[in-house]
């Protein structure tokens, strides 16, 4: 099974910018489909951005225009790119893959299949 590591969380001002990284254990580059998550206190997990394995996008509303999923094949790593960031963004962001396309409704997380531990980040 992919094991997923995920880093570059930290604390940023309103309108700063952070970069997330999730380094799988396996090649996942068109095989699987991988996204991003956060979970704020209290409330559900919820899907943030993926990219399928065919290399298409996807975003919650919430984040289109601010936040850029991308991968590098070369070194086997998923990013997450976030710009104007607000203090409703603060969350423990967790990455995500799921073998094959992308679920139906990606956005929810009882579809994926595995989980990276978690970086927080905190805007404020």
């Known amino acids: 099974h992919v094991q997923l590591v995920e880093s570059g969380g930290g604390s940023v001002q309103p309108g700063g910018s952070l970069t997330l990284s999730c380094k799988p254990s396996?090649?996942?580059?068109?095989?699987?489909?991988m996204g991003w998550f956060r979970q704020a206190p209290g409330k559900e997990r919820e899907g943030v951005a993926a990219?399928?394995?065919?290399?298409?996008?996807s975003y919650a509303d919430s984040v289109k225009g601010r936040f850029t999923i991308s991968q590098d094949n070369v070194k086997n790593t998923l990013y997450l790119r976030m710009n104007s960031l607000k203090p409703e963004d603060t969350a423990m962001y967790y990455c995500?893959?799921?073998?094959?396309?992308?679920?139906?409704?990606?956005?929810?997380?009882?579809?994926?299949?595995?989980w990276g531990q978690g970086t927080q980040v905190t805007v404020s």
């Open positions: 396996v090649d996942t580059y068109r095989r699987y489909c």
């Open positions: 995500a893959a799921d073998l094959g396309a992308c679920p139906l409704f990606w956005r929810k997380a009882g579809t994926w299949d595995r």
């Open positions: 990219i399928d394995s065919d290399g298409s996008t």
